[in-house]
């Protein structure tokens, strides 16, 4: 089993920056793609950014140039560093990762739990 915990949201002006942590935990034997998604009141859960275990990056285009996805393989943590947030980035973020069992080698995506963000003056 793994956990996965987010941290890092909060209330931020518009055209501030925040970082969000996601950090698994748990029977961890090998991370592959990690993501972040978010939820806004209202409408779906979409890509924010996603980042495989060798570094590749993808960016929804509402993010392009704002928002950074890195990731710690040592301490299976991934980051989220946002600047320059729009009130449109109001958000619950979630961090979602794809695990492979070490006993039956299954593929299975785990989810955190999800932390606020929220971009108002």
């Known amino acids: 089993q793994v956990q996965l915990v987010e941290s890092g949201g909060g209330l931020v002006q518009p055209g501030g920056s925040l970082r969000l942590s996601c950090a698994a935990s748990?029977?961890?034997?090998?991370?592959?793609?990690m993501r972040w998604y978010r939820q806004a009141p209202g409408k779906q859960r979409e890509l924010v950014a996603g980042?495989?275990?060798?570094?590749?990056?993808n960016y929804a285009d509402s993010v392009k140039g704002r928002f950074t996805i890195s990731r710690d393989n040592v301490k299976n943590t991934m980051y989220l560093h946002m600047n320059s947030l729009k009130p449109e980035d109001t958000a619950v973020y979630y961090c979602?990762?794809?695990?492979?069992?070490?006993?039956?080698?299954?593929?299975?995506?785990?989810w955190g739990q999800g932390t606020q963000v929220t971009v108002s003056s």
């Open positions: 748990g029977s961890i034997f090998r991370l592959y793609v």
């Open positions: 979602y990762a794809d695990h492979q069992n070490i006993a039956t080698l299954e593929m299975r995506g785990y």
């Open positions: 980042i495989t275990s060798g570094g590749s990056t």
